[in-house]
Structures are given as C-alpha cells and as structure tokens.
C-alpha cells in the first residue's frame, strides 16, 4: 500500500468514528418502569421485546432500554418514574403495574406514557377517553378488577360448600378499591360472605393468614395487585398451609401452586404495549392511539392441588380451561 493511501484510510476511519458516535448516540431510549423485579418477570419481559419487535425495533440493536424495579416497594415507583424522566426518556412504558402508570403521570405531562393496566384508565386519570387519550398516556387495559364476581362465581364452583371467602387489598393501590367493591357486591348477591384484609408489606400478609378463623368452609380469591404478585410464593405457600382454595387472575400463581386462575392475558396485554410503545417511537402520538381493551381470557387449573385439597374439579370448567396443570 502506497503511504499515501494509508494515510486516506486512517483520516477515512477517524473521519466515521464521530459519525458512529453520533448514530449510536440517535438509538432511542425507552424506560420500563415496574414494581417487582427483574428475575420474576422474564416471562413479561419477552412478551413486551416481542411487541417490540413486530413495530421494528430490537433492544441492542436500534433500541436501548434502562429497566427500573421498585423490588416490592411501591413507594418507590414515584421517584423511579421521575428519574426516568431525568434521564430524558423517549417513552415511559408500565406493563402490567396500575400503581407504575399513575405514578409515571403525576410526575409528567410530556414524556409519552404506555401501560396496561387492569382497571379504567379514565377513572384512574391516565386518559380522557378509551377512544381519544387526549393526553402523553395511551396502552392496554383488562379491566380485570371487574373480573372480581367472575372469580367469585369460579371459587364457588370449585368448593361449593365454601361460605366464606376473603380477599387481600394493598391500600395504597388504584385496584383495590374497585377491586374490593366488586367483590362485595357479588358476595351480596350470591348470599355469602366476603371479609377484606388490608396488607401492603409481606409481614401483613402473614397477619392477614393469621386472623383467619379455623374451619373447612373458607376460600381465598387473590387481588390483581403487581405487588401481590411480586410475593406470590409467599401467597401461595400460605393458601396451601391454611389448605385455603384459591382463585387468582394470572397463571403464574397456578404455577406455583395455587387451585385456579381467571384473567385477561397479561401476557398479550404486554405484547401490545410492546407494539405501541414501537409505534409512538415510530412517530405516532399516545393522544391519538385508541387504549387497546383486552380481549383474550385465560382459565388455568392446577390438578395436583386439587388433588391435595380432596377437590373434584367439574367437567364444565375442565372443559373450558386454557391451562391444565398435572
């Protein structure tokens, strides 16, 4: 090679290094706020790249992501939010966690906010309407805290001689309250008797188990709280030393244990806000995305616990169950 063109080859590279910096520094940042931690939510976390990857981006690749976990404490959601915003963040994007949404709104009304959330967006202040957000938050919302007579209804199918039934509220959620006045109004309904405990940290769940009073005619019917889930092991171990049936909203409890669940499928609810959280990144406006409403229902079952409580599953709901654990 003549010296020459060496030294065009050298004044080439250190002419596109600059360039490179500057097109890794154009690569888009989105924050992932949650509530939990990382190691239990791997399986939303795939459903949420994948959303992703069907609007053309790839973390890595021509996407970064800066993942921030309250791990279990939600008080910390709040500042979380705000730090994202601090760190000026292409979207804020809050799968799967009520309490991530509202807090990611109080601390802005510029950064594009995508959730889904398992109550009304609208009552929660997050969007002026499903059809027009009108606002910097759109996403995906199941409802699922009106899916609390529909878990009720399953509860007594599984042990019909069940009379009572309790439920755990975390008092510092957006979905207890709704969530809580559900289900007392299908218990009133239904002629049976619901009691509510209130728990925010793991040591009042424990009280919570600890209150009940001994007997064979009581079930359990869990909350659609990101926080309960976030110590669902807990929950479920103590549903099972209590020998309590139990009917949860996402199957990962089912999975660990618990007697059934009942919900929209949060894992497709995660896909979505995947794709939306793409298409803001892509140029759309959350103002102008409609709030997806989830549609999918996923019925799990787990027969060994069945097993263990001395609990014939019906026909009927073996029939229309999504997931059968053996």
């Known amino acids: 090679m003549r010296r020459r063109e060496f030294i065009a080859g050298l004044c080439a590279v250190a002419s596109a290094e600059p360039r490179i910096a500057r097109a890794q520094d154009k690569i888009p940042v989105i924050g992932f706020l949650h509530v939990g931690s990382r190691a239990e939510n791997t399986k939303r976390i795939a459903a949420f790249l994948k959303g992703l990857g069907e609007a053309g981006f790839v973390e890595g ?3 970064a992501i ?6 279990g404490h939600a008080d910390r959601l709040e500042s979380l939010a705000a730090d994202l915003v601090k760190r000026q963040v292409a979207v804020i994007v809050t799968p799967a966690v009520t309490a991530a949404a509202v807090a990611a709104k109080k601390v802005t009304n510029a950064v594009p906010i995508v959730f889904a959330v398992g109550s009304d967006p609208v009552a929660l202040g997050l969007v002026a309407s499903l059809s027009h957000p009108g606002g ?3 996403g995906v919302t199941s409802l699922n805290a009106s ?3 529909k878990r009720l209804q399953l509860a007594r199918e599984l042990a019909p001689k069940a009379t009572r039934f309790f439920t755990l509220i975390n008092p510092g959620s957006p979905l207890g309250g709704p969530f809580s006045e559900s289900l007392k109004g299908a218990a009133v309904s239904s002629g049976v008797r619901v009691d509510v405990f209130l728990a925010r940290s793991q040591e009042e769940i424990d009280a919570g188990f600890a209150s009940l009073p001994p007997g064979p005619d009581a079930a359990f019917i869990s909350c659609p709280d990101a926080l309960f889930y976030s110590w669902r092991e807990q929950i479920v171990a103590l549903v099972a030393r209590h020998a309590l049936p139990s009917v949860f909203d996402v199957p990962e409890y089912v999975e660990t244990g618990g007697l059934a ?3 929209n499928d949060f894992i497709d609810a995660i896909r979505q806000a995947g794709v939306y959280a793409g298409r803001i990144l892509n140029g759309e406006k959350p103002a102008d995305l409609p709030v997806v409403q989830a549609e999918k229902f996923v019925l799990a079952i787990n027969l060994n616990t069945a097993k263990t409580l001395g609990i014939d599953i019906p026909n009927s709901v073996l029939a229309a169950a999504d997931e059968v654990i053996e």
């Open 61 to 63: 690749r021509n996407l």
């Open 136 to 138: 910097n938050a759109t």
């Open 147 to 149: 899916l609390a007579a």
């Open 66 to 71: 800066e993942y921030r976990w309250a791990e």
């Open 261 to 263: 669940s009942y919900g």
